[in-house]
């Protein structure tokens, strides 16, 4: 059993700052990838910024400059400083990990339960 845990989202103003948190915890053997993907009522989900199998970085160009995903291995935890936010960055902000349980298995992907988040103009 995996779980992935948010933690930080909520209301604030156009300009500001929110950091949020995903911890993956339970029968954890390795996490190939990690990231952020968020979604609004009646479209896509999309993603947001991740650490891919290889380590690297990806961001959605919306974000490039503004967010920053980071993470602390020995948690299972990976972080998104979300800075100079915008109205249009309002979505429900959902981790995503690729966890294997086993060395024997592939890796699955989990979805945590989603964070609210919420710009105002």
């Known amino acids: 059993q995996v779980q992935l845990v948010e933690s930080g989202g909520g209301l604030v103003q156009a300009g500001g700052s929110l950091r949020l948190s995903c911890a993956a915890s339970g029968s954890i053997f390795s996490i190939n990838a990690m990231g952020w993907y968020r979604q609004v009522p009646g479209k896509q989900r999309e993603l947001v910024a991740a650490f891919t199998s290889s380590g690297s970085t990806n961001y959605a160009d919306s974000v490039k400059g503004r967010f920053t995903i980071s993470r602390d291995n020995a948690k299972n935890t990976v972080y998104l400083q979300m800075n100079s936010l915008k109205p249009e960055d309002t979505a429900v902000y959902y981790c995503?990990?690729?966890?294997?349980?086993?060395?024997?298995?592939?890796?699955?992907?989990?979805w945590g339960q989603g964070t609210q988040v919420t710009v105002s103009s």
């Open positions: 995503n990990a690729d966890i294997k349980t086993d060395w024997r298995t592939r890796p699955w992907g989990y």
